[in-house]
């Protein structure tokens, strides 16, 4: 080989692993190895957006920052996982906002039903004033709240019968987040609301230690509870998001440059998550009547007496929560809604 063109050669690999490396390279980052948890099986739109930050966090940093995923709960069930980021020993999981409310409570706003009436409002909310002041609030909680995902409006699945009426959920053992205003809104619609992990859940179900539960459409596909509960019916009586969290004891070990990276996964991970999800939607409940559940719709009348029901329920935790967050709420909501 002549020495120009070897010269050459070498200069022209310089070039490329610098520009593969990107921002890595001139930046303050580290190889680390980042564990990740969540409660959905792999192939859920958990699984595949965890996928995502992973490969994202991987080509951001230039291969330094890796991440192991780990679906199905198996780092523990939502709550587990949280006391695991606060002692430092997770770095980083998803998870729901109820359980999070046992620590700040405001995230219960999301816990409200029929509040929201598209995703649309969600986001505008969740990415707004108010879902950011939320996530802020948690890092005197020793949590570093990153991003919000879709879970999504929450419809009921039972092994008893359709719920036409409020009247049907009489009696009916339903599984609930772990979180108050769930408990109170499910018990006062007429329900024996259980409180339980998901992690739970499918055995519950399967046992008939529980008769129903109720979590978005493709979280009832994925975690195939077709195949243990007969009826779903739509309600849409509740949008709850998820939260992408880092460990604050983890981060605040981090470089700046390092937090930035991980900012920005994380931001990419929602923008792919919630169209994934937004599509999965609908294909999941494709899937879910080729399974043969009997699926109904509750109609706007009757969805008008639940919300009469349940308000007692909304004004003892607006009082609760504060009615000036309330106010700020419903005033993101109009503004997002016209
Ligand atoms: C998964 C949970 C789940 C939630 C629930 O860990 O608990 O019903 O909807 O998505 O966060």
Known sequence: MNKPFKTRLILLAAALSCAFAGVAAAA????RLIRFGY????????????????????KLSGGKLKMKTF??????????MQSALVGGVQEMMVGSTAP???????????DLPFLFNSEKEADAVLDGQLGQDLLK??????????????????????????????????????RVMQNQIALGVFNTLGANAVPMPFSELFTALETRTVDGQENPITTIQSSKFYEVQPYLTITRHVYTPWVVLASKKWWDKLSPDEQKLVRQAAEASRDFE???SRADSLKAMGTLEQAGMK????????????????????????????????????????????
């Open 28 to 31: 303050d980052v580290k190889p």
């Open 39 to 58: 409660g959905l099986n792999d192939d859920s739109v958990q699984g595949r957006a965890a996928r995502h930050l992973a490969q994202e966090l991987e």
């Open 71 to 80: 679906g199905s709960a198996n780092l523990g069930s939502d709550e587990q």
């Open 100 to 110: 999070l409310a046992g620590m700040v409570k405001e995230f219960g706003v999301f």
């Open 137 to 174: 609030k948690l890092e005197a909680r020793g949590l570093i709240g990153l991003v919000y995902w879709e879970n999504g409006f929450r419809n009921m699945t039972n092994s008893k019968r359709p719920i036409v009426r409020a009247e049907d959920m009489q009696g009916i053992k339903l």
């Open 274 to 276: 919630r169209k994934d």
């Open 295 to 338: 699926i109904n719709t509750v109609s706007p009348e009757e969805v008008a007496r639940m919300r009469e029901k349940v308000q007692p329920v909304v004004d003892k935790y607006t009082q609760e929560l504060g009615p000036e967050l309330i106010q700020q709420l419903n005033a993101e909501i109009g503004k997002a809604r016209n």
